[in-house]
């Protein structure tokens, strides 16, 4: 591995703590952690790790992400570092899939592009964004999405229409086929008044600031939402907001989070899961659905 990336002038990292490489801050040592700033060295790290048999996993901005105490073994590849955007046409935008989605907002809002306001404070990639369709505030990727360009499992590239995408709540065609990667997205926007996109987003941010635990790290909102309820109501409900085991603790300011509250494990957060998802079913009749991803 180390030879390959040398050669190809990819940044690798043996034992790369995946704590530092996730919102959660948790998780132990990744085997190797590359940093390709190419799509075609992503991809030819890729397949020579795969020809090697090393198992492989990709990560955005790690913002929806539990890393495992005992790490990842195997090669991790981050997309952070394609992070190129261009303007497509009168009113597109072109993102490399590891650009901060909030950067793309802010990108349009100055172009006096609207259509992205919703994704002003979520802190993941393009191409992780795409994967999870991210939303908030009545948007989502699917609104926004054009096309993407993605590799595929089998080690080939090609592009994705809006249909192709299979976008669902919180899930798309990207999420359910392991292998495949984003590595660039259109989006189509529509022209707007700069001023009136920045007051949009600046409304959303305050909203994130006033119900969110932001000072906390976490991974976003844990689960979906259940048909017809909040999770996080539900959650309040059956008392246990502030609940904690170990580190990991149902966030005080809301109940559908849970926070590194300090030093928190993954098992914390996984026995803490469990708990919610069995006390939540047990008092409500209702099942769960972890939104959070796990890395293996
Ligand atoms: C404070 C906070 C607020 C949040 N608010 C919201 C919100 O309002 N709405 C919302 O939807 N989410 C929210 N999230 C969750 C998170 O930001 C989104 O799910 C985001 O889209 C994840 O992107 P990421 O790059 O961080 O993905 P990661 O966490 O790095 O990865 C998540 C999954 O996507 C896959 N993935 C990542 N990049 C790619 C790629 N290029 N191609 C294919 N698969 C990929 C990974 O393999 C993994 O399975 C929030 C999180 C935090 C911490």
């Known amino acids: 591995m180390q030879a390959y990336c040398r050669e190809h002038h990819i940044e690798l990292r043996e034992n790369e703590p995946m704590s530092g490489r996730t919102t959660f801050k948790i998780g132990g040592p990744a085997d190797w952690f590359a940093l390709p700033d190419t799509e075609e060295k992503l991809i030819g790290l890729?397949?020579?790790a795969r020809s090697r048999g090393v198992r492989t996993a990709v990560v955005g901005r790690g913002s929806n992400l539990l890393a495992p105490d005992a790490g990842f073994r195997g090669l991790v590849v981050s997309t952070a570092r394609l992070d190129g955007c261009r303007t497509c046409g009168e009113s597109g935008l072109e993102a490399g899939g590891g650009m901060a989605l909030s950067q793309l907002a802010s990108r349009a809002a100055a172009?006096?592009?609207?259509?992205?306001?919703?994704?002003?404070?979520?802190?993941?990639?393009?191409?992780?964004?795409?994967?999870?369709?991210?939303?908030a505030?009545?948007?989502?990727?699917?609104?926004?999405?054009?096309?993407?360009r993605v590799l595929t499992p089998q080690g080939g590239v090609c592009v994705l229409t809006l249909p192709e995408h299979r976008f669902g709540y919180r899930t798309s065609r990207v999420k359910e086929t392991p292998g495949m990667i984003v590595l660039s997205t259109v989006l189509s926007l529509k022209p707007g008044k700069r001023e009136e996109i920045e007051a949009k987003m600046a409304d959303f941010a305050a909203r994130r600031r006033d119900k969110q635990p932001l000072q906390y790290p976490s991974a976003g909102s844990a689960y979906k939402r259940p048909q017809g309820y909040f999770a996080g109501q539900l959650i309040e409900q059956c008392g246990l907001k502030g609940f904690q085991i170990g580190g990991a603790r149902v966030s005080d300011k809301h109940a559908g989070f849970i926070v590194n509250a300090g030093g928190a494990t993954a098992g914390d957060v996984l026995r803490l899961m469990e708990h919610i998802e069995k006390t939540v079913f047990e008092r409500t009749g209702v099942r769960l659905e972890r939104e959070i991803c796990v890395l293996d």
Do not use: R
């Not at 592009?113 to 191409?127: K, R």
């Not at 505030?137 to 993407?148: K, L, R, T």
């Open 46 to 48: 890729l397949g020579f």
């Open 111 to 135: 172009l006096g592009l609207a259509g992205l306001e919703f994704a002003q404070g979520i802190p993941g990639s393009v191409g992780g964004a795409v994967a999870m369709n991210a939303g």
């Open 137 to 148: 505030y009545d948007g989502e990727m699917s609104f926004a999405v054009q096309s993407s």
